[in-house]
């Protein structure tokens, strides 16, 4: 078979091992810290300074700088966070990704580990199996007993596997460079050709423009240098390396095409970044070229590419940092306002696909946002009632249309994020989530309900008895308050204020249940029409109906926390029971809300 054939071959799976190890060590490291990177992302505030740190220490951590930006899309592209807050943290991601030239040289260490002293325990040979015997007890023998011992394992063989994929690399480019001279004659005219400088820069940004991913691009080229079968000088590693920072803006390119205005800019930004920081060494090193410096035909191993790679993204950010605002105004420049309203309920396709729990993170804060917003609209039209407002109905109007919008993007999200593999947490938020985003939207319909009711009063100039007008006004009071206590209990994801609710839900049936006997009464002696009978009707079963979905709220929220859904024989245990706490909350909202022509 042809040698070279076999090569190539060996290159490709060892890129494919590189990239699905370090896919499983992302995604390992990444779910075990959860909702919390969002968290940790979030508190970049306008200190630019701290944004950097916490861009560097979150890529570091989840090794892989692409996963950071489309992070960042994604907070922005749903308005967690501006474009000022996330420069700085851009330019960190540019320092934190360095780290993995360092872990890829690892292998350069020659010799025995016996003949390297202390050192041969840095040697992947001597510590990559363990790694990989570590993970795989981790999740074959130990996470049934805590999850968090199956995303441990995930993370120790996903570096085994990294490594793997660079030891397969370094001995294909071998095999490549040992039986073909045109490899080596086509790195020794990149190193004698002027052209070739400008040649492997677009090379390069092709390459990482592919397999999204600068590290491994990095590591491919380290492998090349390992294998010894060439000299490779400066003149040629530069150019390579300035491409594969390009290269690496691909991933958040493509994360923003779907995304808002905003995200768009935080790609630009990203992209202009890496621009500038090329431009400002590429230009120097290019002149120094063209004069024939010594020092950059000088030969290249692994840990010069790691330094050097160190360098080029410390040295830029440094000189960038301080140009934060102009930066920002370049993005806004290049990238203007044209939309006409805002995006609703955005979140980044890949952002679901590289980060699932960041993205249920965010579901959970487009959800607490359609939970207020349902609140908002319900108290606009209860408010709205008596006081027909045309311009109060059309934001009536349009908000029930957003929260449709909500309701549908958050139910595709949310069902796509399931098929991922979870921890328990992210999967119980994400339970709790679609048990209550249908009773979000059900809200706003009946608010749209109630404000064709109030617009029927306004049109035929209805006017309610002078009793049953003061029953209403108790019910809803009772539902405005219901209202209230839900929306809390979900956004603060309160057990103790969600109890309440199921008890005020029975005394507003209730009340719902005594005015409807009250109307039977003065449509028999005469004090009522038919017409208004209906109309009455229509608003107390509106009434009724958005108790019921506040009651299915509340259980989802007081469920969650048992990991389990059965709200029927839930609220039938709740009402079979004796229970003390919900005896009490009944009677003191029996108490506070009653019907004036009862006794009481």
């Not at 349009?398 to 909500?406: A, G, L, P, V």
């Amino acid at each position: 078979m042809n040698t070279i054939i076999v090569s190539l071959v060996m290159l490709l799976g060892g890129l494919a091992f590189f990239l699905y190890g370090m896919n499983i060590m992302s995604t390992g490291l990444e779910r075990m810290a959860g909702g919390k990177m969002e968290t940790i992302l979030k508190k970049a505030s306008s200190n630019k300074f701290k944004g950097m740190a916490l861009g560097c220490g979150v890529t570091a951590v989840i090794q892989s700088s692409s996963a950071t930006t489309v992070m960042i899309v994604g907070l922005v592209g749903s308005g967690i966070m501006t474009l000022p807050q996330t420069i700085g943290m851009l330019m960190g991601t540019n320092i934190g990704t360095t780290i993995t030239p360092w872990i890829t040289a690892l292998p350069a260490l020659g010799g025995n580990s016996a003949d390297l002293g202390w050192l041969g325990y840095l040697k992947p040979s001597f510590f990559t199996p363990i790694i990989a015997v570590i993970g795989i007890a981790l999740i074959m023998f130990l996470s049934k007993k805590n999850i968090k011992n199956k995303d441990i394992g995930a993370i120790c063989l996903g570096f085994a596997i990294l490594m793997q994929g660079m030891e397969l690399m370094s001995g294909s480019v071998e095999g490549l460079t040992d039986n073909n001279d045109t490899f080596a004659n086509v790195i020794s005219w990149l190193d004698g050709n002027y052209a070739g400088i400008f040649l492997g820069l677009i090379i390069a940004t092709l390459f990482t423009t592919i397999i999204q991913s600068s590290s491994a691009s990095v590591g491919v080229l380290q492998a090349l240098v390992m294998s010894g079968g060439f000299v490779m000088s400066f003149n040629v590693a530069v150019p390579l390396i300035l491409g594969f920072n390009i290269g690496t803006c691909v991933t958040a390119v493509i994360s923003s095409l779907a995304a808002n205005r905003n995200a768009k800019r935080v790609a630009v930004t990203h992209l202009v970044i890496k621009i500038i920081a090329v431009l400002l060494c590429f230009i120097p090193f290019a002149i120094c070229s063209a004069l024939g410096a010594d020092f950059l035909n000088s030969e290249v191993d692994v840990w010069s590419i790691a330094i050097f790679h160190t360098l080029f993204n410390v040295v830029t950010t440094a000189i960038l940092l301080p140009f934060s605002k102009l930066i920002e105004k370049l993005a806004y420049v290049l990238m203007k306002d044209k939309e006409s309203k805002i995006e609703v309920a955005f979140i980044d396709p890949l952002l679901i696909q590289r980060s699932p729990s960041v993205a249920i993170s965010e579901c959970g804060n487009l959800t607490v946002e359609m939970c207020k917003l349902s609140k908002e609209t319900l108290d606009l039209a209860i408010n709205n009632l008596y006081n027909y407002n045309p311009k109060t109905a059309q934001t009536i109007i349009d908000n029930e249309s957003i929260i449709d919008k909500y309701e549908d993007r958050l139910g595709t999200y949310l069902v796509q994020l399931s098929a991922f593999p979870l921890s328990q947490a992210d999967s119980i938020r994400i339970s709790k989530m679609l048990h209550t985003i249908g009773d979000f939207e059900r809200l706003s319909d009946h608010a749209i309900n109630i404000l064709k009711v109030s617009e029927e009063l306004s049109t035929k100039k209805i006017v309610f008895s002078k009793e049953a007008t003061a029953e209403i006004e108790v019910i809803t009071n009772a539902i405005s308050e219901i209202l209230d206590i839900t929306a809390t209990s979900f956004v603060d994801n309160s057990i103790d204020v969600a109890i309440k609710v199921e008890p005020l839900e029975q005394v507003i049936d209730g009340l719902i249940s005594g005015t409807k006997s009250n109307h039977i009464t003065r449509l028999q002696a005469g004090a009522c029409t038919i017409e208004l009978g209906f109309v009455l009707s229509d608003l107390l079963n509106n009434y009724s109906r958005v108790s019921d979905h506040c009651s299915n709220i509340a259980v989802a929220i007081i469920e969650t926390s048992h990991s389990s859904f059965g709200t029927h024989e839930y609220l039938n245990a709740l009402k079979t029971s004796d229970d003390q706490s919900f005896q009490g909350e009944f009677n003191s909202f029996k108490k506070k809300y009653y019907l004036p022509t009862s006794q009481h």
